[in-house]
């Protein structure tokens, strides 16, 4: 089991950045494989990033090059870097964890992940 805690998320103007911050406790973050999601109202939740306890890394395609994923094992800590925001990144986002479920094919499928933090607000608006 492990719990997460995601922090980092405001209000931001299109073109500024954020840093998510997701704090993992109860168990070694290095086991699982990390995602991060996004969520909108009346919208289903869609994969964001991941990256895989081997390292493997994945991004939707509407991030990449804006958007960068970290792990740090030694701090079980996961953060995600918001660069270059758009008003369309506005969601609420979701830290994950998946123990072995997740593959290269469905890293973006939330079904996948046994853990979930609480989200963390992301308004990019002027």
């Known amino acids: 089991q492990v719990a997460l805690v995601e922090s980092g998320g405001g209000l931001v103007q299109p073109g500024g950045s954020l840093r998510l911050s997701c704090a993992a406790s109860?168990?070694?973050?290095?086991?699982?494989?990390i995602g991060w999601f996004r969520q909108v109202p009346g919208k289903e939740r869609e994969g964001v990033s991941a990256?895989?306890?081997?390292?493997?890394?994945y991004y939707e395609d509407s991030v990449k090059g804006r958007f960068a994923m970290t792990r740090v094992n030694s701090e079980n800590m996961s953060y995600l870097q918001l660069n270059t925001l758009k008003p369309e990144d506005t969601a609420v986002y979701y830290c994950a964890a998946s123990g072995g479920l997740v593959g290269a094919g469905t890293w973006y499928y939330p079904e996948f992940y046994n853990f979930w933090g609480q989200g963390a607000q992301v308004t990019v608006s002027s």
């Open positions: 109860g168990s070694s973050l290095s086991y699982y494989d």
């Open positions: 990256i895989f306890a081997d390292g493997r890394t």
